[in-house]
């Protein structure tokens, strides 16, 4: 069986109580990783990780900032303390407030980096020491299509973290392959997220008419898209980017959408 091999693996996902690294836990946790499930509120990541445990998974719910190196240095013992060692993090937590260049402050472009792309780097700087003993560690990074390849207004320091993401990933996975350790992206379209669903019907079938397939993609949709760049079978592939949009990225205009 594909990812058979995650079985048992140390794993943690950065904001994973709720949103996309929620579903990205809950496919680790199908698979029978150990995982735990990170966020700042501890008690949002006790109540996404007990889900889990009640299905017969084990998780554990941990809270950490991933803009502090102290909270990931810890976040990682954590997991080494619980389960073993740390073999895969994903690095998902992100935030994404939308104001266009002219109203932004710096404060929020700060934060925004903060979080997205300093927060990436704080989260692999931390794990790396034990990634390096499982052998075959992997690093999955929650990119997007917005910044790499689309652009969205409101956006631009969120475009920016996520395309600086790629960039961190092309030399961290340089640095780190002679420990065996890979490191990728996956870069999702919109994902149906609590958020968005809150938003409405009609919202998000304004959104998925822009898709190809017709529909939004679900946390599950990314997750395994994740798991699978974790997996054993995956080891001889780094440094590289799986988009998941069901095809958002590709019609070259609205009337290429209307003709399909
Ligand atoms: P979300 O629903 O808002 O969830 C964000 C998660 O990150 C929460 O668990 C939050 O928990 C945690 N978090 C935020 N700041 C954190 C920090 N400083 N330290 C630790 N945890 C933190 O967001 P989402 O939509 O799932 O997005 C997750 C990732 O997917 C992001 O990287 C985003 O760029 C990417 N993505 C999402 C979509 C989409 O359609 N949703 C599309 C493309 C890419 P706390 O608040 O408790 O810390």
Same mark, same amino acid.
């Given at each position: 069986?594909? =990812?058979?091999?995650?079985? %048992?693996?140390?794993?943690?996902?950065?904001?994973?109580?709720?949103?996309? #690294?929620?579903?990205?836990?809950?496919?680790?946790?199908?698979?029978? =990783?150990?995982?735990?499930? /990170?966020?700042?509120?501890? &008690?949002?990541?006790?109540?996404?990780?007990?889900?889990?445990?009640?299905?017969?998974?084990?998780?554990?719910?941990?809270?950490?900032?991933?803009?502090?190196?102290?909270?990931? @240095?810890?976040?990682?013992?954590?997991?080494?303390?619980?389960? #073993?060692?740390?073999?895969?993090?994903?690095?998902?937590? %992100?935030?994404?407030?939308?104001?266009?260049?002219?109203?932004?402050?710096?404060?929020?472009?700060?934060?925004?980096?903060?979080?997205?792309?300093?927060?990436?780097?704080?989260? /692999?700087?931390?794990? /790396?020491?034990?990634?390096?003993? $499982?052998? @075959?560690?992997?690093?999955? !990074?929650?990119? $997007?299509?917005?910044?790499?390849?689309?652009?969205?207004?409101?956006?631009?320091?969120? *475009?920016?973290?996520?395309?600086?993401?790629?960039?961190?990933?092309?030399?961290?996975?340089?640095?780190?392959? &002679?420990?065996?350790?890979?490191?990728? =992206?996956?870069?999702? %379209?919109?994902?149906?997220?609590?958020?968005?669903? @809150?938003?409405? @019907?009609?919202?998000? &079938?304004?959104?998925? =008419?822009?898709?190809?397939?017709?529909?939004? *993609?679900?946390?599950?949709?990314?997750?395994?898209?994740?798991?699978?760049?974790?997996?054993?079978?995956?080891?001889? !592939?780094?440094?590289?980017?799986? !988009?998941?949009?069901?095809?958002?990225?590709?019609?070259?205009?609205?009337?290429?959408?209307?003709?399909?």
């Amino acid at each position: 069986m594909l =990812a058979a091999s995650i079985k %048992g693996k140390s794993v943690i996902v950065t904001g994973a109580s709720k949103g996309v #690294g929620k579903g990205i836990a809950r496919v680790f946790a199908k698979h029978g =990783a150990q995982v735990l499930v /990170v966020g700042r509120d501890l &008690k949002a990541a006790e109540a996404a990780a007990k889900e889990l445990t009640d299905m017969g998974h084990t998780a554990s719910g941990f809270s950490a900032d991933v803009t502090k190196l102290p909270e990931m @240095e810890k976040m990682a013992k954590a997991a080494v303390d619980r389960y #073993g060692g740390v073999d895969v993090l994903c690095a998902n937590a %992100g935030m994404f407030p939308q104001v266009k260049i002219e109203e932004m402050s710096p404060e929020t472009w700060d934060d925004v980096m903060a979080t997205n792309l300093k927060g990436t780097f704080l989260s /692999v700087k931390a794990c /790396v020491p034990y990634l390096k003993k $499982s052998g @075959e560690g992997r690093i999955v !990074i929650t990119s $997007s299509i917005t910044g790499p390849v689309t652009g969205f207004p409101g956006w631009t320091h969120y *475009g920016a973290t996520k395309a600086g993401q790629l960039g961190f990933m092309r030399t961290a996975c340089m640095e780190l392959a &002679k420990y065996g350790i890979t490191v990728n =992206a996956v870069l999702p %379209g919109n994902v149906m997220t609590e958020g968005l669903i @809150e938003l409405g @019907e009609a919202y998000m &079938k304004g959104m998925a =008419a822009a898709v190809p397939m017709g529909k939004l *993609g679900t946390v599950d949709d990314i997750g395994h898209a994740a798991l699978f760049l974790a997996s054993r079978e995956a080891g001889y !592939i780094t440094g590289q980017t799986i !988009i998941v949009d069901g095809g958002q990225i590709l019609p070259e205009s609205q009337d290429a959408m209307a003709q399909m």
